[in-house]
Every structure is written in structure tokens, then in C-alpha cells.
């Protein structure tokens, strides 16, 4: 095996950590493949040599082409993440918690939406709440890639977060739809059938996800009817974008347990997907969210 190959190799080892990193600042998995790619050229480029800890190499360069395309977009404004409700394994999750990477990947495979608002951030606080909210990285090494002091990246992170509490995001491109969840959010949450009913169409169809397995609700009656359970003073809605389109995460107590896409034709909700399941988002979703 020749050197280039030995470190191509090396690389591959990375290749899914990098990508979540990326996919995570970025928000498109073609973004990210682009974004590692550069990174694999850079090192080509480098070579091995006078690096200790590639990890580390890569990480720092994976996030500095992510924060110049962030700053090329500009203008243009962001795309929205493409995420998936179902695509999280049924495997036991057990009680110990994933390291970093794992949880990023479980995140993004079980669609959690919140990311929704991130648009809302700059391309300096995007990368230095990802980096270490979610990944763990130190905030010295964050401020190298960001060319700005430890103490300016910390809060950097800190208004980030904040903004994403508060969910305040971009324009939102499905708005006509959103104000029709979150109509039939409010509806559920006073436990007002009438209003559910309004608000579905007749033939609207519900397909969830459980630990139990999975069952399909059809009907508005029988909808609504479900959708009554929500009617409790400790549940609480965050907005969500999920497979591109409205959604919600649902938390119970501050413990997440219920995440829903919504589809929406001529102002009434069609279907209903969710996955309800407090085990596998309690360790999918990001500790800042709740």
C-alpha cells in the first residue's frame, strides 16, 4: 500500500464524524459530502507529516470550509435540512449516554427539527454552538477556527443558544401551512374538538411510530380523538421542520417524547406522522432544547 493510500485510509476512518459535523452546520448532506471532500484534498495536499492528531486536523479544517460557506451564502439564506422521522433503529438504546458524534447522528437521523431556526444564526455562532453543543469540542480550538478569542467564541455559543430557545428563525417558507399547525397545536392543547375538526381534513390519516410498533389512525374524529392527549399543562410545542415540512417536537415535563410532520392541502392538515418514543429522543435530542 502506497503512502497516499495508507492516508486515504486514515481518512475513510473519519469520514462519517466529518460528515455530521458538516451536515450539521450546513444543513444538506450534498453541502457536507462537498465539505469533507475539500477537506480530504487539503490533507492530500499537507500530507501526514508534523500532524499528531488527525481527528483534530480534520475537524479544524472541516469547520473552516463550513464557515466560508456559510459566508458565501450570503443573501441567499439557507435550505432546509432534509430530515427524516423514521429512519432512527429500533436497536435497545440502553441507558448510557453517546459520545458526541453518536448523538449527532442519532439527531439527524430521527429528523429533530429545531434546526429549523438555526438560519437565524450568523455563520460564527452557527459553527461555534455546533461544535460545541453538539460535538464537544473545546472552545479554544473553536476560536482558532473562527480566528477569534476563547472568550468571544463563548459567546458566540451562548447567543446562539439563547436564539434557538427562543425559536426565532427566518421567514418561514411553508408559513400559510405552519399557521394551520399551529392551529391545530392550540386546538389540542385546550383539548377543543370543534377546532380540531376544522382544521382536518375528513379523510386525514395518522401514522405513528412506538415503541409498541406501528399504528395508523384515519379519520378526523379519530384523529382529533388522539389528538386530545396533548391537552396537559406540562406539554410544551417547539416548532420543527421535519422531511421539509411543518412539524413539531412535543416535550412532556421537559422530557421530550412525541415528534409529528404535519401535511397540509387547501388550509386542512392530511396526514400525520410521528414517532413517539421518550427512550430514543431523550437520547437523540440535544440537551439545549429542553
Request: charged share 25%; glycine share 8%.
Amino acid at each position: 500500500m502506497t503512502e497516499e493510500e495508507e492516508l486515504a485510509a486514515e481518512f475513510e476512518t473519519h469520514r462519517s464524524y466529518l460528515h455530521a459535523i458538516a451536515f450539521r452546520m450546513l444543513g444538506s448532506h450534498a453541502d457536507a459530502d462537498d465539505a469533507v471532500q475539500e477537506a480530504w484534498l487539503r490533507l492530500a495536499r499537507t500530507g501526514r507529516e508534523g500532524i499528531e492528531d488527525l481527528r483534530g486536523w480534520l475537524t479544524t479544517v472541516t469547520g473552516r470550509v463550513c464557515l466560508d460557506a456559510l459566508r458565501k451564502r450570503g443573501v441567499r439564506g439557507e435550505q432546509p435540512l432534509v430530515l427524516d422521522v423514521g429512519a432512527l433503529p429500533r436497536e435497545a438504546m440502553g441507558d448510557a449516554r453517546t459520545d458526541p458524534e453518536e448523538e449527532a447522528l442519532l439527531a439527524d437521523s430521527v429528523g429533530l427539527a429545531l434546526y429549523v431556526v438555526m438560519d437565524a444564526l450568523t455563520p460564527a455562532e452557527r459553527v461555534s454552538f455546533v461544535l460545541h453543543d453538539i460535538f464537544e469540542i473545546p472552545f479554544s480550538t473553536i476560536a482558532a477556527i473562527l480566528g477569534r478569542s476563547t472568550a468571544a467564541t463563548k459567546m458566540l455559543a451562548s447567543r446562539a443558544r439563547g436564539r434557538l430557545r427562543s425559536g426565532t428563525s427566518a421567514a418561514d417558507a411553508h408559513a400559510a401551512a405552519r399557521n394551520v399547525v399551529d392551529a391545530f397545536l392550540a386546538a389540542a392543547g385546550r383539548g377543543d374538538v370543534a377546532a380540531l375538526l376544522s382544521v382536518l381534513a375528513p379523510d386525514v390519516e395518522l401514522r405513528a411510530q412506538s415503541p409498541d410498533g406501528t399504528f395508523v389512525v384515519r379519520g378526523a374524529g379519530e384523529v382529533a380523538a388522539q389528538a386530545r392527549r396533548f391537552a396537559r399543562p406540562d406539554a410544551k410545542a417547539y416548532p420543527a421542520l421535519v422531511d421539509g415540512v411543518p412539524g413539531v417536537l412535543i416535550t412532556v415535563g421537559g422530557r421530550p417524547v412525541t415528534v409529528m410532520a404535519f401535511t397540509v392541502a387547501d388550509g386542512a392538515v392530511t396526514v400525520i406522522r410521528g414517532l413517539t418514543d421518550p427512550v430514543r429522543l431523550g437520547k437523540a435530542v440535544p440537551s439545549w432544547v429542553v
